[in-house]
């Protein structure tokens, strides 16, 4: 699998993720949507793409895969700065003008945020794209489908 056919695959794995995590979100109720929604958005995508992709990925399956994966943390990673442009001292303040928080104490504030951001959002999309673009390839390979 070339440089080129990751980033199709990448691309279309966000897009798809997008479209379905949008879906997902109207469809479930408020409180199991987020943790069913990052479920389901990283399953079906990883899914759809193994599939389509699946004849080119089936030389070299890890490697494949690897480079799959290292694209979506590293493309998922440049939301990383935007999230921190949302945590900005004056806005925390004027958003919660009865705080007596100080900005030492705001900054740590924003640095835990960003760690359970990123526990909470990249490691269950991380463990759903594995078995979903395995289970896509098999599914590939058991249909013996030609595109």
């Known amino acids: 699998m070339n440089f080129e056919d990751v980033i199709y695959a990448v691309s279309?794995?966000?897009?798809l993720y997008v479209v379905v995590s949008f879906i997902i979100n109207f469809l479930i109720p408020l409180q199991m949507g987020p943790i069913l929604g990052w479920f389901i958005s990283g399953i079906i995508p990883a899914l759809i793409v193994g599939f389509i992709f699946g004849?080119?990925?089936a030389s070299a399956?890890?490697?494949?895969?690897?480079?799959?994966l290292v694209l979506?943390?590293?493309?998922?990673g440049l939301f990383l700065p935007a999230i921190m442009g949302f945590m900005d001292w004056n806005n925390f303040i004027t958003g919660n003008p009865n705080s007596n928080?100080?900005?030492?104490?705001?900054?740590?504030?924003?640095?835990?945020?960003?760690?359970?951001?990123?526990?909470?959002?990249?490691?269950?999309?991380?463990l759903t794209i594995i078995p979903g673009l395995y289970a896509?390839?098999?599914?590939?390979?058991?249909?013996?489908f030609r595109l």
């Open 72 to 76: 979506v943390t590293a493309l998922f």
């Open 101 to 126: 928080i100080q900005p030492q104490d705001f900054w740590l504030y924003m640095k835990n945020n960003l760690f359970s951001f990123i526990t909470i959002n990249f490691v269950p999309l991380l």
């Open 12 to 15: 279309t794995f966000f897009t």
């Open 61 to 68: 399956k890890l490697t494949s895969v690897a480079k799959i």
């Open 55 to 57: 004849s080119k990925m």
């Open 136 to 144: 896509g390839l098999s599914l590939r390979e058991a249909s013996h």
